[in-house]
């Protein structure tokens, strides 16, 4: 008896103090309590001091940026928000989280943000690329990868989805997100989104997104970086904001705000976008931070005199976080102080910041466990991933009397600066990419066709540069060869950030050594790999087949290879318009209506592009039937579905992918030629017919966007199309 009542007595001591542990136990620690609550409890504890030091982002590790000067910051307060990561070990980011967590008053965890753009270590093909796979499925698994590579390398954040519509491809930053379209770009958007945020940011494997840049960046003007856009409002949403509406929607927890100017209101300072809308008419209850400097950018851009007024507009319109501006915590607190920014806005933001940190498990598990980079890149799956991207992007643009794939050749002669390189194929913002496990295209092949083919490489010529004196021992292959494959395209550098150049055309070495390839008579295939459309308007006619297969990332050539022995059907297609020629951009197919459609055109040069936005080819072939409409007319809320049989009439399977465009002749405010508004990929086996359709909602499908950012759906006929086949719809 004695031993129970003892028992109890201790169960009952045990009980209290537990209770009184919670008791003491703060909200914001407690994760059983609703996040609202612990960042509203935490926020309520902070000083003002604590409260700017979280809206500061500082690097850590060497800068890997080059367009960014930028010391590394030697000592990281412990009060700080957050660090842009630049290494790849646990161990640096728990040593310094350790710091926050353990020498700051509150033991407010860091957030790790980096660069994962097309993925971390395990490297897939750059985002246009992945684009022309019209994957979604396959980008939202490529995205979950990098995630989990980077989660357990010590990075909570990636500087990533980049879903600027961009229509010039003399912009190096065009290599870097989903190309010409809105709908192509809000569609990899969201899957990029899930794919970084899966069901749960907390989750070990799993990152906080962050859609860029916001808004407008690919309009550049003349493609040069960093400079002014002219964007009115009525493009700025029926072009530009598409993408940002849909990964809003699809939960991206944080925004970064662009360098570009607005039609004369930098996106860094811009209330209307920042706040009015985003924050606004779209509700984002995340954080927006700024680019590296754009704030202290607001000085050259002529909107502010000093980084204190600086520092004021970029508040004030509504970004959160200063990422290495340095303008934040020099004078967030003054203007606090002096009563030109609000505490309930600085609250606001802080509590925004701290909203994300929350959401992702910081505070419960501020440490990266540590593990070997075995255990965390190269994956099986992850490779495999990489490989059936890689595939699925490459896009075959013309194989002439079907000399693709090489199945008769039995010596092959590989030549070209893109020949034996395997860094340039990583492409750009490759992050902790490593080129050496990239087999290189000349290399490739040999593997490919081997006891099939002879393969002789001859590099010929540099990149670029004036020197041919390698041509002549290229043409001594090329003569000895049935086929030769010229790999030509450009170094991972010349697409990017500030990397914009004057024309798209390849450097005049590559081309001289194109032709001078051509005089051989020999069968030419040409293989682009580079991250913008290239100029062929002028040497298309000397080569039997072109494939251009981007910068594939780790993968490297073998996909190629697949593709022209056979083994891969190519089934990618364009995400962007190939100009004839420079001086055709700005081209693409979305273009408004012109008041005289066969006039006004260019003198001198053809004015239809060389290969068309969706144009790739494949080595089977694939039969439309006709459209068939559910009905002629559909009602605001009604529902109508088209579908249109496809066919593989040819001798092997194939992939292909069905674009659906609206027309809308006449509206309140001309509407562009066509408009994607749907797109499937499936596997159509050889003699089997496919059925595809569109399920359209007319306010989802039909609907424009005004000046506002308002959804206008008028009367009247639309044409729904696919390739030159449409159907009528009455819109009531
Ligand atoms: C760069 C880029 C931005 C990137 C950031 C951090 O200047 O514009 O896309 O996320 O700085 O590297």
Known sequence: MKRIYLMICLACACTAMIAQGKKDTPVYKDANRPVEERVNDLLKRMTLEEKVMQLNQYTLGRNDNVNNVGEAVKNIPAELGSVIYFSYDPKLRNEVQRKAMEESRLGIPLIYGYDVIHGFRTVYPIPLAQACSWNP???????????????????????????????????????????????????????????????????????????????????????????????????????????????????????????????????TANPYILREVLKGKWGHDGFVVSDWGAIEQL????????????????????????????????HLGELVSEGLVSMEMLDDAVRRVLRVKFRLGLFERPYTPESTEKERFYLAESLRVAEQLAEESIVLLKNENNILPLQEAKDIAVVGPMGDTRWHLLGSWAAHGDSERIVPIASALKEEFEGKASVTFAKGCDFDGEDSSGF?????????????????????????????????????????????????????????????????????????????????????????????????????????TYPYASGQIPIYYNQRKSARPHQGKYQDIPNTPLYEFGHGLSYTSFEYGKLKASASSVSKDGRVTVEVPVTNTGDRDGLETVHWFITDPVASISRPVKELKHFEKKLIRKGETVVFRFEITPMKDIAFLNHNGDKILEKGKVYISVKDERVELDIE
């Open 137 to 267: 499925e396959l980008v939202q698994q490529a995205s979950a990868v990098a995630a989990q590579e980077a989660r357990m390398s010590g990075v909570d954040w990636t500087f990533s989805p980049m879903i600027d519509v961009a229509r010039d491809g003399r912009w190096g930053r065009v290599a870097e997100g989903y190309g010409e379209d809105p709908h192509t770009n809000a569609v990899f958007a969201v899957a990029s989104v899930k794919g970084y945020q899966g069901d749960n940011m907390a989750s070990d494997k799993n990152v906080a997104a962050c859609l860029k840049h916001f808004v407008g960046y690919g309009a550049s003007e003349g493609g040069r970086d960093y400079v002014f856009t002219e964007i009115s409002r009525q493009t700025l949403w029926d072009t530009y904001m598409q993408p940002y509406i849909e990964g809003v929607k699809a939960g991206a927890a944080t925004l970064m705000s662009c360098f570009n100017d607005i039609s004369g209101t930098p996106g």
């Open 299 to 330: 000085r050259p851009q002529g909107v502010a005199a000093d980084k204190k007024e600086a520092a004021l507009k970029a508040f004030t319109a509504g970004v959160e976080m200063d990422m290495m501006n340095n303008c934040y915590n020099k």
């Open 472 to 576: 002549e021992e290229a043409l001594q292959a090329a003569r000895k060869a049935d086929v030769v494959v010229v790999a030509l395209g450009e170094k991972k550098n010349w697409s990017g950030e500030n990397a914009s150049r004057s024309t798209i055309a390849l450097p005049d070495i590559q081309l001289q050594l194109l032709k001078e390839i051509s005089k051989t008579g020999k069968p030419i295939v040409l293989v682009l790999s580079s991250g913008r459309p290239i100029e062929l308007g002028k040497v298309e006619a000397s080569c039997k087949a072109i494939v251009q297969m981007w910068q594939p990332g780790i993968s490297g050539a073998k996909p190629i290879a697949g593709v022209l022995s056979g083994r891969v059907n190519p089934s990618g297609k364009l995400a962007i």
